[in-house]
């Protein structure tokens, strides 16, 4: 297990701090927002460059090099939808009285760009890495994609805890197509089935040899799954979880304007 702890908790840092920075720099002025998207843009270009030397490469280094790329990748999305530049068609709140399908249409529309980024930059990612013996990059890429579909659904359907607070001031309109209650039938099985997968690959990584790139790489999924499966969790229960974000949260104003409140479903 020992072979574990380095993977783990250089996942674990990643996630918080890479976390932190994105929401420190969305909530910075806007006309900061041009030069803080040039210098993600710069960043994927290296991280695809990244990931296609290390997809040729199965060594532990290599495995760390295309995670760290994957979540490159991944970071570049998450600053161009939070500073507004690829979200979608449809930038207002969501019509009041609108329910069933006709409010999960608005909400697509509000976030079609977004999704088409998603799948642009996950074939990108599967074009580079093609044939590699190191697919450590894209299966990073794929488990945050599914996870972050997961929530999105969650959160539309209704959970608890919203996060209205990671939205920046300009993208405040989203959370009117969020959905305040207790719990949702889709939770349960998200988070079982991403369990199972986790258990699966933490089963994986033990059963490969101590200190091998299959080990490292495994890990690295693993850890990246299971902090996944956490936030799910965040997601429902009464934790103040958002508190390990606050340094990243001072870059802006947290003021909700009462009309945009999520509203509850019984």
């Known amino acids: 297990m020992t072979q574990f702890v380095v993977p783990v908790l250089f996942t674990l840092f990643v996630w918080w701090f890479s976390t932190g920075v994105i929401l ?46 994957g979540l490159l990748v991944w970071a ?36 079609q760009h977004h ?47 919203l996060n209205e607070g990671f939205l920046p001031d300009h993208l405040k309109y989203l959370q009117t197509y969020f959905a305040r209650r207790p719990f949702n039938a889709l939770f349960p099985f998200s988070v079982t089935l991403s369990t199972l997968f986790a258990v699966l690959m933490w089963q994986a990584a033990l059963a490969s040899a101590p200190g091998s790139f299959e080990a490292t ?24 979880f958002e508190a390990l974000w606050n340094w990243g949260l001072r870059s802006r104003t947290p003021l909700v304007p009462e009309a945009l409140d999520p509203k509850p479903l019984s």
């Open 217 to 240: 790489s495994l890990a690295l999924a693993a850890g990246l799954l299971s902090l996944a499966v956490l936030e799910h969790w965040f997601l429902v229960l009464p934790l103040p």
């Open 24 to 69: 420190y720099l969305d909530g910075l002025p806007q006309r900061t927002f041009k030069w803080t998207m040039g210098a993600f843009t710069a960043l994927l270009v290296l991280a695809l460059g990244g990931l296609a030397a290390s997809s040729v490469v199965a060594s532990e280094a290599a495995a760390y090099c295309a995670f760290t790329c």
């Open 115 to 161: 999704e088409l980024a998603l799948v642009l930059l996950g074939l990108a990612v599967l074009a580079v890495t093609w044939g590699g013996v190191n697919q450590t990059g894209l299966w990073t890429y794929l488990i945050l994609w599914a996870m972050r579909q997961s929530a999105k659904l969650n959160v539309f359907l209704g959970v608890r805890n």
């Open 76 to 111: 570049w999305q998450e600053v161009a939808f939070l500073l507004g530049y690829v979200t979608g068609p449809r930038r207002t709140a969501c019509p009041p009285g609108a329910t069933g399908w006709r409010r999960a249409r608005y909400a697509f529309q509000a976030v």
